[in-house]
Nanobody
């Protein structure tokens, strides 16, 4: 298992930006596909974005349709950290955001929630209108 700690959440006005960070420790970061999920009150947890591992170049990425063009997921393997840059935030983006890790073959991309076996504690993002 890998241990994950998120940071960077907070309160922002609609149209604003935030960058979430997730620091990983424990097992080899390079063997994991990383994802950001969110869960709003009364709703199921949903995958926002995911990124595969890749040496020397950007990994493959996935974005939920509502996040395409507004959110960017990236990872710094040297720092064992994954980021979620969020812009043009909307009140409906309000949720607890979780970082998660999926131990896939060669760190390849997955979008199945059941593949993500390690989770952070979550960080609150609140977007005011």
């Amino acid at each position: 298992q890998v241990q994950l700690v998120e940071s960077g959440g907070g309160l922002v006005q609609a149209g604003g930006s935030l960058r979430l960070s997730c620091a990983a420790s424990g097992r080899t970061f390079s063997m994991y596909c990383m994802g950001w999920f969110r869960q709003a009150p009364g709703k199921e947890r949903e995958l926002v974005a995911a990124i595969s591992w890749s040496a020397g170049r950007a990994g493959s990425t996935y974005y939920a349709d509502s996040e395409k063009g507004r959110f960017t997921i990236s990872r710094d393997n040297a720092k064992n950290t994954v980021y979620l840059q969020m812009s043009s935030l909307r009140p409906e983006d309000t949720a607890v955001y979780y970082c998660a890790a999926a131990q896939t073959r060669y760190g390849s991309l997955t979008v199945r929630t059941s593949d993500f076996g390690s989770w952070g504690q979550g960080t609150q993002v609140t977007v005011s209108s």
